[in-house]
């Protein structure tokens, strides 16, 4: 099977002509909507005002999920060319698509807050691909799991803790650094892991 071949049955076999359009779409509505609207949420320490926009990536995560594990088993295991590079070329143009999102959004609502969607996408499906190497599909819960504790003790008063990344201001070089690493790190451990079950 010629090169092309294999990328268009890998993509069809992903869903990728209909996930990848909605999944998009679905973010940036999302974020559009949500704009910079912030909402009282009981904590242990208190009741923060969370932004809405850290839960706009979990629709766009459920998507990825969803496309990473609409495969073909047999004809991947046995198959002479292997998919990983493909399922992490996929999951990179999803979150680079992802920032240019929010970057448009941004631009749009003129508020550069909306940037967040996207550095937050990065993170958040970094720790699902991490635990995706052990949980699988289950591994779609990780980024909420991280959502729920940020909001239960992640907040001092209004103002974050460091270790929460996604709930730091929009220019928090941390937040950056540590979403590009946390991305990395996921992508390598899909990469180990499906060599193991190769």
């Known amino acids: 099977m010629r090169g092309e071949d294999v990328v268009r ?14 999944s998009l779409a679905v973010f940036a509505a999302a974020l559009y909507a949500v704009q910079d609207t ?4 009981p904590s242990i320490v208190g009741s923060p005002r969370v932004a809405l926009s850290l839960f706009v ?23 002479v060319r292997s998919t990983t590079r493909l399922d992490n070329a996929l999951v990179i143009a999803v979150m680079a698509a992802a920032v240019l999102c929010s970057g448009a959004v941004a631009a749009v609502q003129g ?5 967040t969607g996207g550095r937050n996408a990065l993170f958040l499906t970094g720790l699902m691909l991490l635990g995706r190497a052990w949980a699988g599909q289950a591994a779609v819960m990780f980024p909420v799991g991280w959502l729920v504790t940020v909001v239960v003790v ?9 270790w929460t990344v996604i709930a730091l201001p929009v220019n928090d070089p941390f937040a950056a650094g540590a979403s590009l690493v946390v991305f990395a790190i996921g992508l390598a451990a899909q990469i180990r892991s499906s ?4």
């Open 9 to 22: 049955w890998w993509f069809k076999a992903r869903k990728g002509h209909t996930l990848l359009p909605l």
């Open 38 to 41: 912030t909402v009282l949420l």
């Open 57 to 79: 990536p979990v629709p766009l995560l459920a998507f990825l999920m969803a496309m990473l594990e609409s495969r073909l088993p047999a004809a991947e295991t046995s198959g």
């Open 111 to 115: 508020a550069a807050a909306a940037m």
């Open 154 to 162: 992640g907040f001092r008063g209004n103002v974050p803790h460091v």
């Open 195 to 198: 060599r193991k079950t190769a």
